[in-house]
C-alpha cells in the first residue's frame, strides 16, 4: 500500500488523501454514534451503573450542551449526595429525577455521589459576558462582598474564596451556565428549591432581588472554573445550613 | 290520587333502599372486645412485619415525610384521597383510638369516629386479615413516635365526596370478612392466599376496576392499567403477560425478594412495592406467595392480530431500528439480548410484547432503576429520554423493539406515546 502510494501520480495521491479524510471522518461518525449509544462492551462497573444519570447529565456527568442538565462531575461528594436526598424526598422537585431515584437506598446515592465526585474532568472555558459592564461588576460585588446594608453574606463566605466550593459539602458555583443560575436562584428565592432545615441557601436567595441574582450569574458564568473545591474556610460560615456539618469544613474560627 | 300512591311508592322505596345500604353497611360490626393490647416486643416486631406485608408506608408516608405520619396523595379518579397520620399522636393521628377501634377501620372501614373510609385505603382487602394480626399491627403502630400532623382534607369531586355515595358503594362492592382457609388446599397455599388478597392486596392494581373503581373480587387479578398513574399492572394469570406458573419458586421468590430474578426484574410502581413491602418478607410466606400464584387458573391466551400492514410501516421500522442502534444497542444488545442481572432481553420479553405498551413508553420516556435491595444494592439503570425522543420516534423505536428478534406485538401509535407521556409521575 505504502509503495502504491510512493509511486502514484500526484492527482492519485491527491484521491487517496481524499479517501483517507473520507474514512477518518467515516470512522469519526460511527464514534460519535457510538458515544451516544453508551459502552458498546459491558463492564461491571460505577459508570455502566449510572448510565441512567449520564443521559441527561453528559459523559461523566460533564454537564449537557443545552445548559439544562448541570456539570455534576468533581462536585464535592456530600453536597451530589444531599442533592440526590432532596431529589428522592422531595424538597427539589423535577419530575424525571424525583422518580429516577424513588427506589434507590441512601447507601447507593451516597456512592452514587461519590463516583461522579471523583471525576476529573476539564471545565468548558467561561461564557463571555452576556450582560452589561456595571452589571458585571455588581455581580462580583455581591459575590465577593455581598451587601453588609441588606444583611446579605457574600457569596464567598460560604462557597470558598475561588468559588470552587469547599469538600465535603459546598458546591462551587463556576463552571455553570447563566441560565442555570438564574434559574437555581430564582427557584431557591420562590421556595421551589429547597434542602434540609435550617435552609441557609433560601434565606440568601430570599434577600436577593431578582436583579441581584442576574447580576451574580452574569458574572459567575463569565469566570473560568478550575481546579477542586477548597478545604477549608478561612472563617465560619455565616449561616446555619442544613446538611453541612460545619465541623467538616475545617474553618480555622471552626471549634 | 294515583299521583300520591305514585309519590308514596317512591317514597317508600327510597326507604327501603336506604334501610339496605344501611344495613349492608353495617355487616359483621362486631362488640367491642376491650381486650388488652399486647405490647411486648415480639407482638411489635410481628407487627412490623405485618405492617409491611400490607405497604401501609407506601400511601401514609408523604415523599420525604415522617415514616407513617400521613399526607401522601393517592390520585384516583374520582379526586385526591389524603392518607391519614398512622402515628400515636393523640391530637392527630392514632393516639386515641382502641384496638377495637383499629379493628374496625380494617375490618369494617369505618373511622373512630363511625365515618365511612374510602376504598383507597384498600380495606376492601384488609378485611381478610385476622383479628390477631390486626392486633398486631396496632401494637406496632403504638410504638412509633408520635407525630403531629393534622390530616390533609380529601379532595374528592361531588358525589364521590358524600358519606351517602360512599355507602351506597360499600352496599355494592364491599363486604367484610376474615379470610378463611379452603381445606381442599395446603397450608402453604392458603398463606399465599391469605397474604395476596388481604394484606398484599395486589389485586388493587393488578385487576380492571369498573367505573366506580371497584375491582371485581380479591381472587381478580387479570392485570389492569393503574387508574391516574397509567402503569399497566399486568395479568398474573395470562402467560403472555405476568403469569409465574411454570416459572421455578426461586425466581418468583428473587423477583419479590430482590427486585431482579433471572426471569426479569421489576420497573415502576412495582418497584416501590419490593422496596417497601415484598423485600422484607420472610422466604417462606414469598414461597406461599409463590405457590399460590402458579396455582391461579390460567387465563385463556387472546389471539393476537396478525400485524400485516408490514409494508407501510416499512418506513418507520427502519427509522426504528435506527433509533435502536443509536440509543438502545449499547446495553440490551443488537439483537436484544440485554445482560443477565443488569439490562433486560428484549428479545422474547413479555413486558415488551404484551398487548398494553403503557409500561414500555413509561420506561422509555422515564428512565428507570429496579429497587436497592439487600439482593441488588446496587442496580443498573435506564436513562429516561423524554427530552431527547419525540411522540413520533417513541413510536417507531418501540414499534422496532416489539417486530424484531422474533418478537410479534402490534406497533405503538404516536398517539399512544402521547397518551402515556406526563402522566404517572409522583
Known amino acids: 500500500m ?122 468548558p472555558p467561561p461564557q463571555p459576558p452576556q450582560a452589561g459592564a456595571d452589571i458585571v461588576e455588581r455581580g462580583r460585588r455581591l459575590v465577593h462582598e455581598g451587601d453588609p446594608a441588606r444583611r446579605v453574606p457574600a457569596c464567598v463566605q460560604c462557597h470558598g474564596t475561588a468559588m470552587m466550593g469547599v469538600a465535603p459539602s459546598i458546591p462551587g458555583l463556576l463552571g455553570l451556565p447563566r441560565d442555570y443560575l438564574n434559574a437555581q436562584l430564582g427557584a431557591w428565592r420562590q421556595g421551589a428549591r429547597r434542602a434540609q432545615a435550617p435552609d441557609c441557601m433560601a434565606q440568601v436567595a430570599q434577600s436577593l432581588s431578582p436583579e441581584d441574582i442576574g447580576a451574580v450569574s452574569a458574572w459567575l458564568a463569565s469566570q473560568p472554573a478550575q481546579g477542586k473545591p ?20 475545617g474553618t480555622k474560627e471552626g471549634s | 290520587m294515583t299521583a300520591r300512591r305514585v309519590a308514596l311508592a317512591v317514597v317508600l322505596m327510597a326507604l327501603v333502599a336506604a334501610v339496605l345500604v344501611y344495613m349492608l353497611n353495617m355487616r359483621d360490626e362486631q362488640a367491642p372486645t376491650r381486650a388488652p393490647v399486647a405490647t411486648s416486643e415480639d407482638a411489635i416486631a410481628r407487627g412490623l412485619y405485618l405492617t409491611r406485608a400490607g405497604d401501609c408506608i407506601g400511601c401514609h408516608t408523604a415523599r420525604g415525610g415522617a415514616p407513617y405520619a400521613g399526607g401522601r396523595g393517592v390520585e384516583t379518579p374520582f379526586g385526591t384521597v389524603y392518607a391519614s397520620n398512622l402515628t400515636p399522636d393523640a391530637e392527630t393521628g392514632l393516639g386515641r383510638w382502641s384496638a377495637d377501634d383499629f379493628w374496625r377501620a380494617l375490618h369494617n372501614g369505618r373511622a373512630r369516629d363511625g365515618r365511612l373510609l374510602y376504598p383507597a385505603f384498600p380495606y376492601p382487602n384488609y378485611t381478610r386479615v385476622t383479628r390477631a394480626d390486626a392486633d398486631a399491627m396496632y401494637a406496632y403502630l403504638r410504638s412509633l413516635p408520635a407525630v403531629r400532623q393534622p390530616n390533609h382534607p380529601h379532595d374528592l369531586r361531588f358525589p364521590f365526596d358524600l358519606q351517602a355515595a360512599l355507602a351506597v358503594w360499600r352496599a355494592l362492592f364491599f363486604e367484610p370478612g376474615v379470610y378463611r382457609d379452603d381445606p381442599s388446599r395446603d397450608a402453604r397455599w392458603n398463606r399465599g392466599a391469605y397474604l395476596v388478597e388481604g394484606l398484599g392486596h395486589c389485586n388493587a392494581c393488578h385487576s380492571r376496576r369498573n367505573v366506580l373503581g371497584a375491582p371485581s373480587g380479591p381472587l381478580d387479578l387479570a392485570g389492569g392499567l393503574i387508574p391516574v398513574q397509567n402503569w399497566y399492572a399486568p395479568s398474573l394469570t395470562a402467560a403472555d403477560e405476568a403469569s409465574v406458573s411454570g416459572w421455578d419458586v426461586r425466581d418468583v421468590v428473587a423477583l419479590l425478594r430482590d427486585g431482579i430474578s433471572a426471569r426479569g426484574m421489576v420497573m415502576g410502581p412495582m418497584s416501590e412495592v419490593v422496596l417497601n413491602s415484598t423485600q422484607h418478607l420472610t422466604s417462606d410466606d414469598l414461597a406461599a406467595i409463590a405457590q399460590f400464584l402458579q396455582a391461579l387458573p390460567p387465563a385463556p391466551v387472546a389471539p393476537r392480530l396478525a400485524s400485516d400492514a408490514k409494508a407501510a410501516r416499512r418506513e418507520a421500522e427502519a427509522r426504528g431500528a435506527r433509533l435502536y442502534g443509536e440509543r438502545c444497542a449499547g446495553c440490551h444488545g443488537e439483537r436484544g439480548e440485554g445482560v443477565p442481572r443488569a439490562y433486560p432481553a428484549l428479545a422474547g420479553s413479555r413486558p415488551v410484547t404484551m398487548s398494553s405498551s403503557a409500561n414500555l413508553v413509561h420506561i422509555v420516556l422515564e428512565g428507570g432503576f429496579p429497587p436497592s435491595t439487600a439482593g441488588n444494592p446496587r442496580p443498573f439503570g435506564m436513562p429516561p429520554f423524554a427530552t431527547f425522543l419525540s411522540n413520533d420516534d417513541v413510536s417507531d423505536l418501540l414499534s422496532h423493539i416489539r417486530g424484531a428478534w422474533g418478537n410479534r406485538a402490534a406497533p405503538v401509535s404516536p398517539l399512544d406515546v402521547a397518551r402515556y407521556r406526563d402522566t404517572g409521575r409522583p
Do not use: W
Not at chain 1, 449561616?239 to 467538616?248: E, P, Q, T
Open chain 1, 230 to 249: 477548597a478545604t477549608g474556610l478561612p472563617h465560619a460560615l455565616p449561616l446555619a445550613c442544613g446538611g453541612v456539618d460545619a465541623g467538616a469544613l
Open chain 1, 2 to 123: 505504502s509503495r502504491a502510494v510512493s509511486r502514484a501520480t500526484p492527482m492519485r495521491r491527491r484521491k487517496s488523501a481524499l479517501a483517507a479524510t473520507v474514512l477518518a471522518a467515516a470512522a469519526l461518525a460511527c464514534h460519535a454514534i457510538g458515544a451516544q449509544a453508551a459502552p458498546a462492551t459491558f463492564e461491571d462497573s460505577m459508570a455502566q451503573r449510572v448510565l441512567a444519570c449520564t443521559g441527561c447529565h453528559g459523559p461523566q456527568g460533564r454537564a449537557a450542551p443545552d445548559g439544562y442538565y448541570p456539570r455534576i462531575a468533581g462536585k464535592p461528594p456530600v453536597y451530589l449526595y444531599n442533592q440526590l436526598l432532596n431529589f428522592r424526598d422531595g424538597r427539589r422537585r423535577y419530575a424525571l429525577m424525583n422518580a429516577l431515584l424513588a427506589p434507590l437506598s441512601d447507601a447507593y446515592l451516597r456512592e452514587i455521589a461519590a463516583h461522579f465526585s471523583s471525576l476529573d474532568v476539564a471545565y
